[in-house]
């Protein structure tokens, strides 16, 4: 690729701002006893180092699960007997970042560096990775292999990476359903009676083979193997856990779903709804598998995860916003707007973990690494939204139906002025005395009805675009 050195001078930026993220102040500092997710990672390598491996999962004298326990995959606790986070981070995500920016099509070598740029400088991973210290860029750049792979046919590569994905970190689930249904659809075309069939074979050996190999020291007891999935799955946590900008979360303002209904009804109801509300995208992934359509399917149904599902954490907003990244390029309005969101979700918690100033210093160098790189408020056409199909589809019914890139253009007005608004009056106001939470909760509601919007945005986006392909053949 041409200009290459400027890649370089991209991976380093976005090394720094690391780096300089990393100098602040972290979850838990100086808060005993439990203290934060700094706390939990250096725990976890004491528990990894000194412990023989059948005990890492199981309540002891030596292992207190109350206290920072080992709650996520294997791979994570081998990970952790490593010991070598940022160097994991150069080594997988930093380079999925760089190569599918150089693999896009379509676009100049000068917008594929601004592509990375601005992937690289995304503010929720980084204030997470290095502030939060919460390490989600090592599972989320596997997902990323996982893509290029599936994306390029390199199908037995992309499973195996997306497999160390979900061994590294189980909310990686969230994007399960888009890679199966994907990867089921290329079976289909290709003939379940030929080499659709040898495919199908091909990547369920490789699933297999690879979730065998990192639970292998897991499976010599039945109940080593239990103990492992109960501290993957708490489902006695509860609906949702602290401020999180999910639907279940925001309703408990009206009405205290988590008190109300039994335990069983509750995870019940996330189920439907979560399923419910992927469905149509996943179906229509199956049955015309592409890669546009991958990437979208990704956005949709791990927001549809983050926002039904059974116990969400403010965190697993990334798994959404890493595959809105993808998508920057061809949809640079839509996607900076929702990445600020999802930033500005996480606000309590960064809040609480003195964070403020790094989260307002990086989102604000994001915006204005989009805003240049992209001109996103001249992007805001029917067509550049990848609305028109649609757009022209309500335009049989109401003719006067021209005004939807102005209503969005208002709503984006509207949300930024808002979430600005409320970071201010977090930051220097004190709630009243019989609301504490106020203004978390304000955080949380607000994020909530953006990502519903979004969330229908991107599911028609999903389902108009089989006609925008039939009109572009018959074009042809």
């Known amino acids: 690729m041409e200009k290459w050195y400027l890649m370089t001078v991209v991976v380093l930026i976005g090394l720094t701002v690391r780096w300089t993220v990393s100098l602040n102040s972290y979850s838990g500092a100086g808060k005993p006893p439990m203290f934060g997710d700094y706390e939990a990672q250096r725990h976890w390598q004491e528990i990894t180092f000194n412990l023989p491996i059948n005990q890492w999962y ?29 160097i994991a981070d150069l080594l997988i995500y930093i380079p999925a970042v760089v190569l599918y920016c150089c693999c896009l099509k379509e676009i100049s070598t000068k917008k594929k560096i601004a592509n990375a740029l601005c992937i690289l400088l995304y503010p929720g991973l980084i204030l997470i990775d290095y502030g939060h210290f919460q390490y989600n860029s090592v599972s989320l750049g596997f997902a990323l292999w996982g893509v290029l792979g599936v994306s390029y046919d390199w199908d037995l590569l992309g499973s195996l990476a997306f497999c160390l994905a979900i061994n590294y970190k189980q909310m990686e689930l969230y994007h399960s359903l888009p890679f199966f249904c994907f990867l089921l659809g290329k079976c289909f075309k290709k003939g379940l009676k030929g080499k659709g069939f040898v495919l199908l074979i091909k990547l369920a050996c490789t699933v297999v083979a690879s979730f065998i190999l990192c639970w292998l020291p897991f499976f010599t007891e039945r109940e080593q193997t239990l103990q492992v999935l109960r501290r993957l799955f708490p489902v006695d946590r ?29 995870i019940m109801i996330s189920f439907c709804f979560t399923f419910l509300s992927l469905l149509p995208a996943c179906m229509k992934l199956t049955l015309h598998p592409s890669p546009k359509g991958f990437k979208f399917t990704l956005v949709s ?9 059974f116990q969400v954490h403010e965190k697993s907003i990334l798994l959404v916003s890493v595959p809105v990244c993808l998508v920057l390029s061809e949809i640079p309005f839509m996607s900076t707007w929702f990445l600020l969101v999802s930033t500005f979700s996480m606000l309590p918690l960064l809040l609480k973990d003195e964070l403020v100033m790094p989260s307002v210093v990086t989102a604000m160098a994001f915006f204005i690494a989009c805003t240049t790189s992209f001109s ?50 977090t930051v220097t106001l004190d709630p009243p005395q019989k609301l504490p939470d106020l203004f978390s909760v304000l955080v949380c509601f607000v994020s909530c009805l953006n990502f519903l919007f979004f969330l229908v945005y991107f599911n028609i986006i999903i389902m108009w675009d089989s006609k925008n392909e039939r009109n572009q053949k018959k074009i042809n």
């Open 376 to 425: 996103i408020f001249e992007k805001t056409s029917e067509e550049e939204l990848q609305l028109k199909s649609f757009s022209i589809s309500v335009r049989k019914y109401f003719p006067c139906f021209t005004f939807l890139p102005r209503i969005i253009r208002y709503l984006f007005l509207t949300s930024v002025i808002t979430m600005v608004l409320l970071t201010l009056m």
């Open 301 to 309: 149904c791990a927001l549809s995860f983050f926002l039904f599902s």
């Open 58 to 86: 199981f309540n002891s004298s030596d292992n207190n699960l109350q206290y920072w326990g080992l709650d996520y995959p294997p791979l994570t606790a081998y990970h952790s007997l490593l010991c070598a986070y940022l």
């Open 238 to 266: 509860g609906l949702f856990e602290d401020k999180v900008a999910n639907v279940w979360c925001s309703f408990s303002v009206f009405l205290k779903i988590k008190d109300i209904l039994p335990h069983h009804i509750q």
